[in-house]
C-alpha cells in the first residue's frame, strides 16, 4: 500500500490527524511548499486569519443575549445587525484557525462553540439601543452576548479537510501513482508542479496563499485568458524584459501539456537568474508568483 493508499483510506473513514500527518510526508517528498504549508496549517492551526482557506470562514452566525428590562426583568434574545453602522460585521461572524483536532473535540461536545461578546461591544450596542439605530424593546438593554456557532457546521469544516485531502490523494494519484514514495516525482518536474499548483488552487480557492509559512507572501488575483491583468500582476516580479519573455509564454499556441511545459522552462529559468527581475524581489519569490500567474491565466 502507498501513502497515497492510506491518505485514501483515512480521509474516508479514519483518523484526520493521521490522515494529514501522512500527507505531510506526501508534500515534503514532493517538494511541494504550499501543500505543506497547508497540511501543517490544519494540524497545527493558522499563524494568522488572513491566510485562513474560505471553508474556514467568515460565516454569518447568530448571537444569542441575556437581556434586561426594568426592574428584576430578564430574558433572552437573538440580536440583529439590522440598523448597525457599517464596518461592524464582525461582530456576527466566525472565523477559525484552530488546529483540526481542536475543532473535532469541539464538534464531538454538545453546546458547540460560544465566543462572547466583549464588555466594550456590549455597551456599544446598548449605544446604539439607545439612539434607536437597532430594533430593541424599549426600556430593555443586553447584558451579555455571545456568538454561537452549531456542532454541525464544524462537523462541516472537518469534512471539508477531509474530502479536499481525498481528492488530492486522487488527483495525484491519478496522474503520478508512485508521488509521496521515496524516490518518486518531485515539483521539479514542470507536470507535476502544475497539478499541485492546481490542487493548492482548489484548496484556498481563487486566491491561492503562495508558499505560506515560507519567503512568499504576495497574493496573485488573474482571470483566465485575461493577458492584460496577468503581466499587470506579473510586474511586480519583472522587469519590462521579463515581462516580454512572459508574454511570450503566455501567448504561445499549443495543448496544455505544451503549455506547461513552457511554463515550467521560464519558471526553471527564473530560479536560475537567467531571467530580469524587478528591483527588490528574490527569485523564489518571483519563481512561485509567475507560476501562480500562469496557472490562474491558463485556467489550470
Excluded at 497515497?4 to 483518523?15: K, N
Excluded at 496522474?175 to 507535476?192: H, I, L, Q, S
Excluded at 488552487?201 to 496577468?230: C, F, M
Amino acid at each position: 500500500m502507498t501513502l497515497l493508499d492510506e491518505v485514501i483510506e483515512q480521509a474516508s473513514d479514519g483518523d484526520a490527524a493521521a490522515m494529514l500527518r501522512k500527507l505531510m510526508i506526501v508534500a515534503h517528498r514532493l517538494g511541494a511548499d504550499p501543500l505543506l504549508a497547508w497540511v501543517k496549517a490544519e494540524l497545527n492551526g493558522y499563524d494568522d486569519l488572513n491566510d485562513i482557506p474560505d471553508y474556514r470562514g467568515p460565516f454569518t452566525v447568530n448571537v444569542q443575549a441575556v437581556i434586561t428590562g426594568p426592574g428584576p426583568s430578564r430574558g433572552t434574545s437573538t440580536l440583529t445587525k439590522h440598523g448597525m453602522p457599517e464596518g461592524f460585521d464582525g461582530l456576527f461572524e466566525l472565523r477559525f484557525k484552530d488546529p483540526l483536532a481542536t475543532l473535532e473535540g469541539f464538534a464531538g461536545s454538545e453546546d458547540g462553540i460560544a465566543v462572547p461578546w466583549d464588555p466594550a461591544v456590549i455597551g456599544l450596542y446598548n449605544g446604539w439601543i439607545d439612539e434607536g439605530r437597532v430594533p430593541f424593546i424599549e426600556y430593555w438593554g443586553v447584558y451579555s452576548a455571545q456568538k454561537v456557532f452549531p456542532q454541525g457546521a464544524l462537523r462541516g469544516i472537518i469534512d471539508v479537510v477531509r474530502t479536499k485531502a481525498l481528492e488530492l490523494a486522487l488527483d495525484l494519484q491519478a496522474e503520478y501513482p508512485d508521488a509521496g514514495e521515496k524516490d518518486g516525482p518531485t515539483v521539479d518536474n514542470p507536470d507535476v508542479r502544475a497539478t499541485v499548483t492546481t490542487i493548492v488552487n482548489n484548496i484556498y480557492g481563487p486566491v491561492t496563499g503562495l508558499a505560506q509559512g515560507h519567503n512568499v507572501t504576495q497574493k496573485v488575483r488573474v482571470n483566465a485568458g485575461d493577458l492584460g491583468g496577468a503581466l499587470d500582476s506579473a510586474r511586480r516580479f519583472l522587469d519590462d524584459q521579463g515581462l516580454e519573455q512572459l508574454r511570450a509564454v503566455l501567448v504561445h499556441d499549443g495543448d496544455n501539456q505544451e503549455k506547461r511545459s513552457r511554463v515550467g522552462k521560464f519558471v526553471d529559468a527564473v530560479k536560475s537568474g537567467s531571467v530580469t527581475l524587478a528591483a527588490g524581489v528574490t527569485t523564489d519569490l518571483a519563481a512561485a508568483g509567475l507560476l501562480e500567474v500562469a496557472t490562474q491565466f491558463f485556467g489550470w
